[in-house]
């Protein structure tokens, strides 16, 4: 039965009620779909956390000079500097653990393109007839790249076994935020760790990349330049950039499974390298701090998560008392037409299926609104959309078995 002239008419009789239904299903239904964004990136989080970062340990090592001047002669001396080096290219190759290193000085660049919020400073300097700004920067080598699971959105990622800076050219992969500020193959001028460098740009990171450094367990990184260390350290280096260059890359993070002699078996492993390499200004810092900041994380991440479950429920539930409000409202101005067709011969089974159209009308509505309205936005996430399809759709059923149960029982008592 469709009787499209009797919906228009239902349409045209309850414009302002249907109007309010819209409105309120439109406003809750987009409140959801952005708790559901918000839960979405939330539970993300949390897997990504538990599958780095549950079952490890991890040390911080730094290299460490009681005195600035001995540490100014260790890096002008070519045997000390070769000791470093040594000690580096055996401690990023260990099988037993993953060295993560990684550093975020900022690097210098000239006629930079982009706004405020990718500089690390306001402050700028002249070096060499060219005015320099300093822009967020994170340095890493390979295994921290990959133990942080950072991953490339758009173009290409590092090729770390051709990793060097011979030629003064270095590849960049940049920050989500990046793009349309800087394009694939573009070069960047820059000084980095006081050497003239053109940055070559291969790529962008995935959006909301994010990676433990200095404590923070999320660093986020959509605004930073990410250099590659290469794998090991090469000759002909120029002194200075060498000495700034080796003391950067021994700074980072010692990462080794859980178990209850994990700090002993770093200490004894690194006791042996130093005795293979002749280098032995390093200590190991902030050796609980990991754990402690990761729980942390844990323990927001998973308080959020359950207030965003109750305000979700709290919200559901207060909107389908409205809703089924307002749909009993329009059936009790309806019951006479409904009557009438129940005389003129149509069956029960008919008269419900008038009013599951009649009633699905203001969601079916809303949510299609909803879905163009982010869309338009780039918002929409077809993950998060479903859920929010299926909530809608939960809705209205319960709304409509409502309507149903009332309206068997005043045909009961009708005898109709």
């Not at 730094?62 to 540490?71: A, G, T, W």
């Not at 919020?117 to 070096?127: E, I, L």
């Amino acid at each position: 039965m469709w009787k499209l002239k009797e919906f228009r008419w239902y349409i045209c009789n309850n414009y302002l009620l249907l109007f309010l239904q819209v409105i309120i299903l439109f406003l809750v239904l987009g409140l959801i779909y952005v708790f559901l964004l918000f839960s979405h990136n939330l539970f993300d989080t949390n897997n990504k956390f538990n599958e780095i970062y549950s079952d490890k340990t991890m040390y911080e090592l730094v290299y460490y000079f009681e005195n600035p001047d001995r540490f100014s002669d260790f890096r002008d001396s070519d045997a000390s500097m070769a000791r470093l080096k040594n000690f580096y290219d055996v401690l990023s190759q260990e099988k037993s653990f993953d060295f993560l290193s990684s550093c975020d000085q900022q690097v210098a660049i000239t006629n930079f393109r982009g706004d405020n919020k990718f500089k690390d400073s306001d402050h700028t300097y002249d070096m060499n007839g060219k005015t320099y700004i300093n822009i967020k920067s994170m340095q890493m080598n390979q295994k921290a790249f990959e133990f942080h699971k950072i991953t490339v959105d758009k173009g290409t990622s590092f090729q770390w076994d051709g990793i060097d800076y011979k030629g003064n050219k270095i590849p960049v992969i940049l920050g989500a935020e990046y793009e349309g500020v800087y394009n694939i193959g573009d070069i960047i001028d820059a000084n980095f760790y006081s050497l003239d460098v053109e940055l070559e740009v291969i790529g962008f990171l995935k959006k909301d990349s994010t990676m433990y450094h200095k404590y923070e367990v999320r660093r986020c990184l959509n605004q930073y330049i990410i250099l590659p260390y290469p794998e090991k350290g090469y000759k002909n280096m120029e002194k200075y950039f060498r000495g700034i260059l080796y003391s950067s890359m021994i700074n980072g993070n010692i990462v080794i499974e859980n178990k209850d002699n994990a700090l002993q078996f770093v200490l004894d492993k690194l006791n042996d390298i130093s005795k293979t390499t002749g280098y032995y200004e390093y200590t190991l810092i902030g050796i609980p701090i990991f754990k402690v900041q990761y729980n942390m994380v844990m323990t927001i991440i998973q308080s959020n998560r359950n207030l965003i479950i109750k305000i979700l429920v709290t919200l559901i539930c207060i909107t389908t008392f409205i809703m089924c409000s307002i749909s009993y409202f329009i059936y009790q101005r309806r019951q006479s037409v409904y009557k009438l067709y129940k005389i003129l011969g149509y069956s029960q089974k008919d008269i419900q299926s008038m009013i599951f159209r009649e009633l699905s009308f203001p969601y079916i509505i809303s949510f299609i609104l909803l879905s163009i309205y982010y869309f338009q936005k780039c918002w929409l996430y077809w993950q998060c959309t479903l859920k929010l399809a299926l909530i809608d759709l939960g809705w209205m059923w319960c709304v409509y078995l409502f309507i149903v149960y009332v309206h068997r029982h005043n045909g009961k008592e009708l005898n109709l």
